[in-house]
């Protein structure tokens, strides 16, 4: 309303346009995040993937944010190829390194472990950021939770772990998570390795 005045200076209308474009992207994201979660479980195509490429891709487009964070990287991932729902899967992974990167301290450390074992993939994704409170463990899965306000960026929708379990759940898949005292937190879950 303030922009469609003449009454303001041009240094305004540029600070206006820019939290309109920040909340227009929170709002576009949180529609994302929302139409996600609400997806039924229904037949869905499978592909092959390469689990290293798939992991590989998604830390080059968190370069940015890994950098920023002057965060240390270490991976050990398994050569696994695999058939699977490629969006689904790819937003598991997504969703869980973005939040080891948030979470992490600075010049901190995530580490990626990935390896199979019988007919189940086994992934951790650990941050060396504080460890969750005993009281919070359970609310992390709640939609719109988060647990540290003070380091959620105001993009952030709290719907990127209850999105991810609730894939996986449809894929009959586990989720856990792991305090590691004095070391930091790790996500770990479970795919299953189609042939």
Request: aromatic share 6%.
């Amino acid at each position: 309303e303030l922009l469609e005045t003449d009454s303001i200076s041009s240094s305004d209308t540029k600070n206006f346009a820019s939290i309109i474009n920040k909340e227009s992207s929170r709002l576009m994201n949180l529609v994302q995040d929302t139409l996600l979660l609400t997806k039924q479980n229904h037949r869905i195509d499978k592909k092959k993937i390469n689990l290293t490429a798939l992991i590989q891709n998604i830390l080059q487009s968190s370069g940015p944010q890994i950098n920023e964070k002057s965060l240390h990287l270490e991976s050990q991932i398994e050569e696994i190829t695999f058939k699977t729902n490629e969006p689904m899967v790819h937003s598991i992974f997504e969703n869980l390194i973005e939040n080891a990167i948030k979470y992490s301290n600075d010049d901190g450390e995530i580490k990626i472990d990935a390896y199979s074992k019988g007919e189940k993939i086994y992934v951790d994704i650990f941050n060396s950021g504080k460890c969750i409170e005993e009281k919070e463990l359970n609310k992390i899965w709640d939609r719109f939770y988060k647990s540290d306000k003070s380091r959620t960026n105001k993009l952030s929708t709290g719907l990127g772990l209850p999105i991810v379990r609730s894939i996986l759940s449809q894929h009959n898949e586990d989720i856990w998570v792991k305090n590691i005292e004095g070391k930091g937190v790790s996500f770990i879950f479970t795919l299953k390795k189609s042939h």
